[in-house]
Nanobody, 128 residues
């Protein structure tokens, strides 16, 4: 089954850092745009960062701009989300998805329905 395997989440204090990973199991990331999403109970999955293929342009939602960095190193079948200066409102389950047709929205950064290969997610809790 082709899906992402997310990891790297945990409990961190406000101001701390985490690096999330999503490994593509059963498929290659070549030619795919990758998005990171955050979901909290009772709310829709929110796209917070993406890296486009093939030009590797990155996009971020305003709430994480300047704090989070998405990357997809060449030669690795894994994408990353470096998260710095974490805030309690960053708490949630983080997922990554892949798409061959990236749409960048106006009122929302990404459209979850455009993405596939979802994994089980990784929980991030920011609390003192």
């Amino acid at each position: 089954q082709s899906q992402f395997v997310e990891s790297g989440g945990g409990l961190v204090q406000p101001g701390g850092s985490l690096t999330l990973s999503c490994y593509a199991s059963g498929f290659r990331l070549d030619g795919l745009s990758i998005g990171w999403f955050r979901q909290v109970p009772g709310k829709d999955r929110e796209g917070i960062a993406c890296i486009a293929s093939p030009d590797e342009t990155t996009y971020y939602t305003e709430s994480v701009k300047g704090r989070f960095t998405i990357s997809k190193p060449r030669g690795q079948n894994t994408a990353f989300l470096q998260m710095n200066d974490l805030k309690p409102e960053d708490t949630g389950t983080y997922y990554c998805g892949a798409t061959v047709r990236l749409r960048i929205g106006v009122q929302r950064l990404l459209y979850p329905a455009d993405f596939g290969s979802w994994g089980q997610g990784t929980q991030v809790t920011v609390s003192s």
